[in-house]
């Protein structure tokens, strides 16, 4: 649970809880693998009673998903806090393998065997073996054929211990484990699979309007107590098959199902208390009276779990409150074959047996006659346009309800005038990608953006997506997030691998280091006296974003995160930014930096006239197509100044982000697009199409992302620095404020014809007289 | 014959309306309003997307106070500064040389003619070309003949030059005509006399031809001035302002604030106040001019 | 004039000519030369090569600018033409109460430097909703103060007793313009085409500002952009999409140079 917080929120608190937790874990390990579960209020080991006897059972294999999960989450982090529990792992899994390898269910049950199975899959995760992987593999091949029954007759697919033992609610994690060993291991079998009983028995709990505890072998239902810790497997595990399968309808169950810690139960009651966090132990009847309000611990982690990952995906976010109308069924065996449910708002929605084929599907009938059309306007190169209509392809394939016309953005100097123009004359699209943050505070101001983090789809993609510190510089003073962060592409220093192999250079981690390195790369290569290649690729250009190539990123490099202006004040006046321009002046003073302007178009780094340019991941792809031969080439983060911490850096990275504008009559609609655009799938997409990065949390160690990012060399290196970068300041008069220093750059560096720190006091005073005046 | 006084019928009246309706609303729409909406603009702070809010005298006041616009005005000066003699002195000689019965006659005035009728954007590709440092065709032929290759468009102290350069020779045939033009008209019988008198062609031409070809000449000056006043295609394309924002234009100033900037109300200001400059130093040369001629 | 005179004279023409034509010449060249051959300072490639234009076609929809170019410019011609004439022949034959009026504001507007309504005419078509719209790009160029005044010019010559006998015979004014002064204007009218069209085909500051959409775009407008945005990539392409505008220029001054000379130059001094 903490260690799912962490993951989430990267909340240091959250760590060393779970690490306290999962030292205690590790105790309970008695040295030959097998577990014991409970320890008396002196910290005694209970050894006698009947549930903490040693063994490797439920406890037992928790205790291996526990510790599996750990790995992933914190083994490469903090190496040295998981070292001292490994032992108990390896030895906890021996004990289980001896178990799977004889073909006998973990602890003779099918919960304790997917529950150690997750534990498998989590290590297998953090860290491929192929030992662990057969094992996992083993222990799902014996899961399988547990499921009994059919589509028709009961149990309907239900996982059982024994051809004779019941199906208990509790702790039915078979279906989770089987999809999520269908996508780490890579077997769609296993989907297939853990489809089963999803379609089968949970299909029939969600058309009978509620979850039995109990289900016989034949069929017969013992509906109560119900208990949190039953619902919650379902859940996750119509989640972990939305993931394996790819199938949205499974995200939207999930939704439903997660409702009865909400009130969708027949008690009509709350099971989780949203204030506190506390989740009531379950339900005993059909009355409030019924609710046992005692809140264990198993319950309230149970809620917490399948909550969290319910609120992280947009489809189950969207149906969470959803509750069933009508009376719930009395026996599993006659259930109807659609039932509605209705959300707080009075929207409806049905599930529905799906015909000829198994299993649900979530119906949502809007009353209207035709579908719903929402214009979405991309960025308008290439590669997006490419990426964009194969999104959009997808989805109105998969949505018939919601139909996106997409209209690609004109290409011009700047999309901010094409949505600024847009917005006056009352023609704003539904969606619009490629929005700048230079853009976001004019559009905030005007009202002509919807704030996203209040809405469900949305708010639940920013959660799955994001940590709180990467939403921080991009919240408004209200708090609120106005536009989806979507892709970033931090900027690096890319070099000419040949050419600094032959001038003898490394690629440089201080500036003193790059200065140097400016030396011995530019020479004159056909002995007429003057130098013609060059070492860094400034731009001269004084049109405002080429700054984003030259002082931009070296200054963010140096300044630890400092931007321009913050609150309304100067802060550019530091000494980052004059070791910055001091480095690019003494480059151009002797000659090692290109005073030129190169013909129209000709990229210089290309040809080998320059060894070095800044450059974001977006131009991997276009070194790809010019199809360069010959050219050899890596990145290096951009060097800071002397004495910064290395691990201060941040970089520059145009962030552009999705908005959706006010003037749109489905804002719902418009939010599920906007959570879809920024699913893992269409973020793969996104780097395999365009090689660019999605504003991701750990992008560059998400194994969902290590195949796609190995698509374009290089990536890999810009993906480490997606949480460290800074874009432009939310302010009006950015663009402005960078012609200034464009100025500054000119006169102090350039062309040296201003002392730095002179040149930039002007440029400081004359932004000051802009901020003054407004 | 009529008389020149007729009456005015009715149906002359109506058709006259009706047939100079369109046009009238056109130029209240298209003309009036928007140089009346501009020099409303003057007062106000508007960035497009909300609502306009008076601003009194601060657009003036940051205009006389803003230095990159005084720098820009000092471009258009240098630049005119530049380009009015050389335009002129090539304009003449190319129509000196053009007004005699010649082989190909045609074929001289219609190459030089030939820029004009390119657009603005083209010859400012072109010649972005022609100026790069690296494979331009000019530093090309430089080095060629032993030269060093000089970075036109990136020096401080070549680049409007290098612009003024280009300007005169897109608009040189334009003026070789008008000067032709003027040549026509100056009688042969003059100019017989003068040479019957012994006189060399220097002072023919100092004496007779300079004077004569004033009107012209004040029409070159003119035109070349509000020319020049309008630059902005070439900056645009070719520097983007700099080096040195030595090539920042007014008109390039008027547009970024615009457009870049989302300043309207603080465009128009310049705008505004681009029209009354040309208007002043049109005035001004004209008088000057016009006191040459009329000794 | 001695015989060595004259040759300088010529070896100067033949210089001066030079220096306008061999830019040309050189673009020409320089896209039909593949990237590595770009700068030499040969007229003939070695490596003669359509790759240049084939790039830059596929690029950017130069065919569609060129189709609205010429849309663009063909109705504001005609446009000017028609319109034109119906104005300026009410302006000088026919006496109505507005028409004095009429005069000096059509001059007043003359003497306005555009710069000046720029972002005002842009604020209306904005406010009009006409962005990226055709309508933007022509109507605010159907009326021409400069060819009113020509045409006006014009029209006034005509001898009174032409119009009169021809109202005698029942023609309506209509009527009376087009089929009769219409057929004696036609180097009037020639000359107005010429530098109408020429103006709209070869004007790039108006369409920045109110079209962003590729497929609205005039050819100089697309080819700016296009050279501008980097999406040339080379020099020799970003001078063949020049070259697509130019082209037929030329091919059409090579035909009507005389035309076109009288046309721009007299535009010029009666403005």
Redesign the interface.
Known sequence: MYLRAYELTRDTLAREEALGLLAFIAAMEQGDGEFINFVDTLGRPNRTAPSSRKSMTYWGARAVWALGEATRVLGSERPDRMAPLRPALDRALNRIARDVNARHLVGGSATATAEALLGLLALQRAKPSPNVAALAGRAADLLVPLAAGAADSPPWGGHLDRPDAPWHAWGSRSTQALAHAAVVLQRPDLADAARREADGLWSRFLLAGHFPEQVAPDGRAKWFPQIAYGVSPIVEGYLALAEATGERRYAMLAGLAAGWFLGANPAGEPMYDERTGRTFDGVDGATAAGVNRNAGAESTVEALLALQAATSDPDAAVHLRFRPTGNPSASLTEVPSSRELVGPNGERVTVRRRTRREGLDVDQPSGRTGPIILTYWPA?NPGEVRLATRLTAAWNAENPDVQVRMQP??????TE??L????????TPDVSSNVSSALLS??V??G?VVRLDDRAATAARLQERTTPAMLASLRLPDGGIYAFPWKTNPEMLMYNVDLFARAGVAPPRTQSELLDAFRRLARDTDG?G?IDRWALWAP?????YERFYDFYPLYLASSGGTTLVANGDVVFENDAAVSALELLRRGFAEGLLP?????????PFTDG?VAMKIIGPWFVRELNE?KVPGLRYDVTPIPAADGVDPNKRYTFADLRSIAIFSTTRHPDAAARFVAYLTSPAADRLLIEEASQLPYRRSLATDSRFSASLTRWPTLTTFARYVERTRDLDLD??V??IF?ILS?AY??GA??G?VPVTQALARAAAETRKIID?R | MHADVRTVTRSEERSGWLLSAPYAVFLATFAVYPIVFAIALVFMRWDLVTAPSFAGLDNVELLLQDARFWRAVLNMGVFLAIHIPLQIAAALALALALNRKLAFRAFWRASFFLPVVISGAVVAILWNSLYATDVGLINRLLVRLGFAPVPWLTDPLTAMPAIAVMVTWKNVGFYVIIYLAGLQYIPRSCQEAIELEGASAWQRFRFLTLPLLLPQTILVVTLSTINGFQLFIEPYVMTGGGPLGRTYSVVLYLYTNAFSYQKMGYAATIGVALAVMIGVVVAVQRWVLGRAEAQ | MTALRRTALYVVLAVAALTFIYPFLWMVSTTLKPPFEVGTLSLIPRDVTLDNYRTMWTRAPFGRALLNSALVATTITTAVLVLGSMTAYAMARLHFRGRPLLNVVTLAVLLVPGQLTLIPLYTLIVRLGWVDTYAALIVPYLFNATAILMLRQFFLQIPQSLVDSARMDGMGEMRILFTIIWPLARPVLATVAIFTFMGSWNEVLWPLLVVRDQQVMTLPQLLTVFALGGGAGSMGVSLASAMVLVLPVVIAYGFLQRYFIESMAGSGIKG
């Open positions: 308008a953005l004109p290409a011009g100097r700047s005038e094409v600024l123009a847009a917005i006056v004359a009352k023609a004019r559009l101001r005007a002509g007429d003057r001269v250009k004084t049109t405002w005073r030129s302007n190169f013909a129209m178009g000709r990229d006239t010019l009006p008069d663009v402005e012609d100025e000119e006169q350039v062309y014809t005046a």
